[in-house]
């Protein structure tokens, strides 16, 4: 299978811990995407790579958040102490490039603060 | 600001009968694409069209229409003869100039026997 995966699908934890999702993009692309979804919502962007570069962080995306993408590959996303607001489905989607390139997404992880 | 309003929360239908989805956006970009994704049960968003602005063509494939209307900043999608298979949440997507997508709200369509 060549498409986007992320990992664990599933998270549980207790509000004050720190989590780390990882992201595998298709591997050509160099597009990739962080959403976060909440029930009854569509996907909100949070940020993206070009390549191994963060180019555009949403106001989303508090001081407890962070992503990296080294050597341009996969990603992580870290949420420091976590909150029961970051409750969620985080999705991450890649491209081959910015619009009008489609972006394939990922199975998501479903976060679940305590 | 660019923004996407899908103003259809929850549809229901019939088996074997026509269902359209409504898609409206707002952009000041002049050249620009608009896409649906759809979103079944098991989470995982799946691209479904990509249109842009210079093409006002409906789009068919298969028992899926795509109806895009600058005039009143519509890009409305009908699946004909709708199967259970098709029940699953329905995202209409605007790319900002930076690629990243803004999302409607999504449309639940259900699908019964």
């Known amino acids: 299978d060549t498409g986007v995966s992320q990992d664990p699908r599933h998270k549980i934890t207790k509000r004050g811990q720190n989590v780390t999702f990882r992201c595998d993009p298709i591997s050509e692309h160099n597009r990739l995407y962080w959403y976060r979804q909440t029930l009854g919502q569509g996907p909100e962007f949070l940020t993206y790579f070009q390549n191994e570069a963060q180019l555009e962080k949403s106001r989303l995306l508090s001081d407890r958040f962070s992503a990296e993408r080294p050597k341009g590959s996969f990603s992580t996303l870290e949420i420091q102490r976590t909150e029961q607001g970051d409750s969620a489905m985080y999705l991450c989607a890649s491209s081959l490039g910015g619009s009008p390139y489609e972006q394939y997404f990922g199975p998501g992880t479903r976060l679940t603060v305590t | 600001a660019q923004k996407v309003t899908q103003a259809q929360t929850e549809i229901s239908v019939v088996e074997k009968e026509d269902v359209t989805l409504d898609c409206v956006y707002e952009t000041r970009d002049t050249t620009y694409y608009l896409f649906w994704y759809k979103q079944p049960p098991s989470g995982e968003l799946v691209f479904l069209i990509r249109?842009?602005?210079?093409?006002?063509q409906n789009e068919i494939s298969g028992r899926y229409s795509w109806n895009f209307q600058k005039s009143t900043s519509s890009f409305n999608f009908t699946i004909t003869a709708s199967q259970v298979v098709d029940s699953a949440v329905y995202f209409c997507?605007?790319?900002?100039?930076?690629?990243?997508?803004?999302f409607g709200q999504g449309t639940t369509l259900q699908v019964k026997p």
């Open positions: 997507a605007l790319p900002s100039n930076t690629g990243k997508l803004i």
């Open positions: 249109r842009n602005s210079f093409d006002e």
